[in-house]
């Protein structure tokens, strides 16, 4: 009967040494911190590994979720790279100064306009904001003219967004700079009187579809995504652009940067030149991610209206202050 | 959450000798002291981020239109969902149990079998089938098809116990059978029903997956967009202060409503069992109750995903993903099942063997955790270990240390019910032998305590397989389970490849309830 127990006991104590053997494996090659789409940064991941050889863990969360714990893991944090959707939450670790400067050939891959000034952090894809809206119910004359127009009293309760997504904060984000306090603070509380409330773009997107609301504030490749698979939750749909410099025809940056506590500086660097070169450009262009490439001379899915088209306004990535973003968002309610 | 409340065997009463309480429970009462300090760690973290962020921000944040929103909505949820959940229970443990129905016992069975379907899968079901239905409707809908046999469970163990002898008294003296069951039955069945309904307000408090799915907001699904939008900021944890005053508020609510009235018979003799009752022409009719149950919570779920798996194909099967996390899932639910256990060991004898009120309050310190929401675990988790205890930050131990606290009660449950069928003498031959207390506790106790072991271990693993909140929080990197893969496929709207994980899901916990169903019979006497 005792070696019931004692087997028992056996067994825990392999079993933890088993799992603990596993953890820390798990350390080996670097250690990213990804907010993106996991698709996505997996088709890079294993681009880079095949051709590297280095392994890429991946800790999946979202943009501020995995930004404010890097800030409080602070110098022991155990990520080598993050990599997020949207700008504020490189913007929030930057201030925290927990980014290792990028090397010049690294921050030369892109465009000045799709990287901060600072060289801390760089980007290496785009997404559009768009206006997603059932075409079956709006003409294009009935369609806002700005998404401020959104917060107007004859748009109450026919539009949607996800506020809760790191996406939709990015934008609050860009009407912040673009407009000031005030006006993002009345937009949003018009916001939480006008719109529903939806849990990610895409089920936001599902929602137009369904006919449950005429239009969503959401980024354009969820459409072209869902297209390219079953169209089953975007047939119904169209695309409304903003253009003319309209807040609402942001394009977020999602960026790549390099922690300096990192202790795999060199296969760090590597992985995020990897993301912004030829080949992960590539990945853009020739995947089902549908997001923007951004590289020097780098074409995107051709399905796309191009960047040059959209006429997006010019905001300095590292001014967009996810916190002020999320107090404004808690106070008008919506969070 | 306990499963367990409602199986709550009560200790056989040992008279406790002093001498051995001295001699084997000290090493026991500091070890269960030290789980009990583990346990009201969450709790102690609250208090101490509300005094940290300071009386008026904390003020700010919780006095605020958004709160108010939420404890409607929780209201509602609560008040919708209840009532509904209890006539249905009372209704088909009666059919079950009491009537002459035909397949009574299949019926039973199909009853308890939505517990196999985790909750945030049947919201899947729903939500796939039915695009547009979203909001307290589906949300009331699916908590009723997810958490019934928890209601069900007591009712019907209860209906099998109760003494038909007040009946037949009561039907003697003229009462029509209606008016036996108003006056005589319901009142018997008046603590199954208040802790049944206990179990599934604090389930309908804690669940996150569901409502984030159909999009109905409560505390928990709003604790979590905060925590993704600021990490673990204060206005995250003054919501779950909230959240946890909730539960407390649900668990007074229950104590006032169960009242102190004494149900057992008096007197010598034993119940026989209650002739089941003629439904005449009603007989086959009444099918139509279980039947419908069966088909909306477990019909809806296998039409869905066999209609994503055919979508899918085969190649769904042959994600690499998929064996990972299945592999994942098996270790996390093995190791939480086997150190929840030992955890909840010292405190499961202590109560049986030396009950006592110092055993008492150490007790209920382990048992409150099944009232406290998995995020309010893990959030109080993620804080502390990076701030105070780094190392222990994002490891398996920490992922293991929020299913101990969290599956406790559980595992307490189960422990207890074994240790009581123990002899207590054949432990102290052992150790007037010569054998230390634990070593006697480890090999005579244990071995003969394997049923109810086993029956705890079960319980927690079934919990920790299909965890989503604490997990998502607390894991190490490059960890997935079957819920976490899950819930990252449906979040980008990829209902075809999450469907082989909910099958696995539960195709994993499917044993655990036909355990718990053969358990609530057996321990209430069939």
């Given amino acids: 009967m005792r070696s019931y127990s004692s087997l028992a006991l056996r067994i825990g104590v392999l079993a933890i040494s088993l799992a603990a053997a596993g953890a820390v494996s798990a350390q080996d090659g670097i250690t990213v911190y990804n907010a993106q ?288 973003v999320t107090e404004l968002m808690t106070a008008a309610g919506l969070l | 959450m306990t499963v367990s409340l409602s199986l709550d065997t009560p200790a056989l009463p040992v008279l406790p000798l002093r001498r051995q309480r001295h001699l084997a429970g000290r090493a026991t009462l500091l070890l269960a002291g030290a789980v009990s300090l583990c346990a009201l760690l969450p709790l102690g973290f609250i208090a101490w981020i509300a005094i940290e962020t300071g009386w008026q921000t904390a003020f700010a944040l919780i006095w605020r239109p958004r709160v108010g929103e939420l404890l409607v909505d929780t209201l509602l949820l609560e008040l919708c969902t209840l009532p509904p959940a209890i006539l249905l229970a009372v209704a088909l443990a009666w059919l079950t149990e009491r009537s002459d129905m035909p397949g009574a016992k299949f019926f039973s069975w199909l009853t308890v079998a939505p517990l196999a379907v985790p909750a945030f899968v049947q919201s899947y079901a729903w939500f796939s089938l039915l695009p547009r239905f979203h909001g307290l409707p589906a949300a009331v809908l699916v908590s009723v098809l997810a958490y019934l046999p928890f209601l069900y469970l007591p009712v019907a163990a209860q209906l099998r116990r109760i003494d038909p002898a007040l009946e037949h008294a009561a039907a003697s003296l003229g009462q029509s059978p209606s008016r036996v069951f108003m006056r005589v039955v319901l009142p018997q069945l008046r603590l199954a029903i208040c802790g049944g309904s206990l179990l599934v307000g604090l389930h309908l408090l804690a669940e996150y997956g569901l409502y984030a799915m159909i999009r109905f907001d409560t505390f928990t699904t709003a604790i979590i967009d905060q925590f993704q939008s600021s990490y673990n900021g204060p206005a995250a944890n003054m919501l779950a202060g909230v959240l946890v005053l909730n539960c407390f508020g649900l668990i007074g609510l229950e104590w006032v409503l169960r009242g102190n009235a004494r149900y057992a018979r008096l007197g010598s003799g034993a119940p026989r069992p209650a002739p089941p009752q003629g439904l005449g022409a009603w007989r086959v009719p009444a099918l139509a109750l279980p039947l419908a149950f069966a088909a909306l919570s477990l019909g809806v779920p296998m039409l869905t995903l066999s209609r994503w798996l055919m979508v899918a194909g085969d190649d769904v099967w042959r994600q690499d993903a998929l064996a ?167 979040s980008e709207l990829d209902y075809a490849k999450a469907a082989p994980y909910a099958v696995l899901m539960i195709l994993l916990s499917l044993p655990m309830t036909a355990l718990l169903h053969a358990q609530a019979r057996k321990s209430l006497g069939s």
Avoid at chain 1, 293 to 306: F, V
């Fill in chain 2, 324 to 490: 990972a996390s299945l592999a994942g899932t098996l270790g996390y639910a093995g190791l939480g099942a086997l150190a929840t256990v030992a955890a909840a060991l010292p405190m499961a004898w202590l109560s049986v063997r030396a009950p006592g009120r110092a055993t008492r309050f150490l007790e209920s310190c382990h048992s409150y955790l099944g009232a406290l929401p998995g995020v309010v675990v893990a959030l109080a988790l993620v804080t502390v270990t990076v701030r105070i205890a780094l190392p222990l930050y994002q490891t398996v131990a920490t992922v293991i240390l929020a299913y101990i606290l969290m599956f406790l009660p559980r595992a307490l449950v189960g422990l207890r019910a074994g240790i009581a069928q123990v002899p207590v003498e054949l432990e102290r031959a052992a150790m007037s032998l010569g054998r230390s207390p634990a070593r006697a506790l480890l090999a005579v106790t244990l071995p003969l305590a394997a049923p109810g072991v086993a029956a705890a271990m079960a319980l927690v693993a079934m919990g920790v397989a299909t965890e989503l909140t604490a997990t998502l929080l607390l894991a190490p990197n490059g960890t997935s389970t079957l819920a976490t893969e899950f819930w990252a496929l449906t």
């Fill in chain 1, 37 to 324: 789409h996991a698709s996505l940064t997996q088709a890079w991941a294993d681009g880079f590994t095949k051709e590297t050889g280095i392994k890429v863990t991946i800790r999946k969360g979202s943009d501020t979720e995995l930004a404010n714990q890097i800030v409080q893991e602070g110098a022991s944090s155990p990520a080598d790279v993050f990599v997020t959707e949207n700008s504020p939450a490189m913007v929030l670790v930057e201030k925290a100064g927990l980014f290792e400067a990028l090397p010049k050939d690294i921050l030369d891959q892109v465009p000045a306009q799709f990287r901060p000034t600072s060289g801390r952090w760089t980007g290496v894809a785009a997404r559009s904001t768009v206006f997603a809206y059932d075409k079956r119910k709006l003409k294009e004359a009935d369609l806002p003219k700005s998404m401020l127009d959104l917060a107007d009293a004859k748009w109450k309760g026919r539009w949607a967004a996800s506020p809760s997504g790191a996406d939709f904060q990015a934008i609050v984000g860009a009407l912040l700079v673009l407009k000031g306090e005030k006006i993002t603070a009345d937009w949003l509380k018009a916001m939480k009187e006008n719109s529903s409330a939806y849990r990610g773009n895409s089920v936001a997107m599902k929602g137009v579809n369904a006919g449950e609301v005429e239009g969503a504030v959401i980024y354009h490749y969820y459409f072209f995504g869902d297209q390219a698979k079953t169209a089953e939750n975007s047939s119904n749909v169209s695309l409304h652009y903003f253009r003319n410099q309209d807040p609402g025809a942001f394009l977020s940056t999602s960026g790549a940067g390099v922690l300096e506590s990192s202790k795999h500086k060199k296969e760090a660097e590597a992985f995020v030149k990897w993301m912004g070169g030829k080949h992960g450009q590539a990945v853009l262009r020739d995947g089902d991610s549908f997001e923007y490439a951004i590289g020097n001379g780098e074409a995107s899915n051709p399905k796309l209206e191009p960047i040059a088209k959209l006429d997006a306004p010019k905001v300095e990535p590292s001014q967009l202050d996810s916190k002020k």
